[in-house]
């Protein structure tokens, strides 16, 4: 049995399932970042939407009641996440990609609407309904990162390496090896979770069923989104600060925050009272240097890990990330500073004006 608030769905239990592991296709080529809006050469088109019209593609009015639009919103990113699911099983990073984000982004939607614990929009009951399924899907979300981490990672090697070094190409397969490892459990994750009455229909028949929960049910959507909007923001600002005198963990969780504030950009623009596009790209901007400031960091990890004395090519990929890194680092520093004198946070917390 799943609550929802006072709203209870009964749910058929049966066995896992599994099937049989579809063929790895091992390609680094056309691998993208979370910014990038092109795709990989050799890749078959699909359907790809604008992703600051989220909320509009979604259905969302800023005339919805809370719940009514978390609904909407959640229902649409989990269609949006299992439209990939089989392109990923059989192999296809660009797919992969677009179901890991598409997650990602739905996690961040149910913890905005969880809101903040000193100031929560839902009852008790239906955020701790929210933070379970919060959990689930990251479960999910992290198979697909162990796979996907190493497409992104087997990608500044190739592109380093054009002369097909000895000891560069033996990390290139050191790190396909580990990326095939992960490939088979990820898999089999999508596999279950795609079966009958397990995470894909529970989730989804509990999205569908929120607007008939008690729990908020005054709240507008309009409302909730003029309150998640200036915590996010509040919590990106209050992390400025690590680009001078944090560390690589630091670092990555304001890239993080940043993505959050994005996502909720994305998400709730119908709710917003400016028009959000420039915003999102100039935070895609921050968040892809600091995304591969963090991929620097995991590949010096990985390169420490794969060779006791590293060759005389491991070595200068070696200290070429970490030039780059530290290039990286410059680079978003005067960003920040510079978005912040053409008054990028300002024109943020202008979309929520306070009442």
Not at 132 to 160: H, N, P, S, T
Not at 214 to 243: C, D, I, M, Q
Not at 249 to 262: N, P
């Amino acid at each position: 049995m799943q609550c929802i608030g006072e709203l209870c769905l009964i749910f058929e239990k049966i066995p896992d399932e599994s099937g049989l592991l579809a063929e790895v296709r091992w390609n680094f080529n056309g691998v993208k970042r979370e910014g990038d809006v092109t795709r990989g050469a050799g890749v078959a088109t699909k359907h790809r939407h604008n992703m600051a019209d989220i909320g509009k593609d979604a259905g969302l009015t800023r005339d919805d009641s809370a719940l009514n639009g978390a609904s909407k919103l959640l229902t649409y990113l989990w269609d949006e996440a299992w439209a990939q699911a089989d392109a990923t099983r059989e192999g296809d990073a660009d797919a992969l990609h677009d179901m890991r984000v598409a997650l990602r982004r739905l996690r961040t939607a149910l913890q905005n609407f969880e809101g903040d614990k000193r100031a929560p929009l839902l009852s008790a009951p239906l955020r701790r309904e929210m933070q379970k399924w919060r959990g689930e899907i990251g479960k999910l979300g992290d198979r697909l990162g162990a796979v996907r981490d190493f497409d992104v990672l087997g990608g500044y090697v190739k592109d380093f390496d054009k002369e097909h070094s000895p000891g560069l190409e033996e990390f290139e397969a050191i790190l396909k090896d580990e990326r095939e490892h992960n490939f088979a459990p990820m898999t089999r994750k999508i596999e279950r979770c795609g079966t009958e009455g397990k995470l894909r229909e529970s989730f989804a028949r509990w999205s569908l069923g929120l607007p008939g929960a008690f729990s908020a049910a005054e709240l507008s959507l309009e409302k909730a989104a003029h309150t998640v909007l200036p915590e996010r923001v509040a919590e990106a600002l209050s992390l400025g600060t690590v680009l001078v005198d944090g560390d690589d963990e630091a670092q990555h969780e304001l890239r993080k925050s940043l993505r959050r504030v994005r996502y909720t950009l994305e998400t709730l623009a119908p709710c917003l009272e400016l028009p959000i596009k420039k915003s999102v790209k100039q935070l895609v901007e921050m968040q892809d240097l600091l995304g591969e400031m963090q991929d620097r960091t995991v590949l010096s990890e990985w390169l420490e890990k794969s060779f006791k004395h590293a060759p005389e090519d491991v070595e200068a990929f070696a200290k070429h990330g970490e030039k780059r890194r530290e290039e990286l680092l410059e680079e978003v520093r005067v960003l920040w500073k510079k978005r912040e004198a053409e008054g990028l946070w300002e024109g943020l917390k202008k979309m929520t004006p306070s009442e």
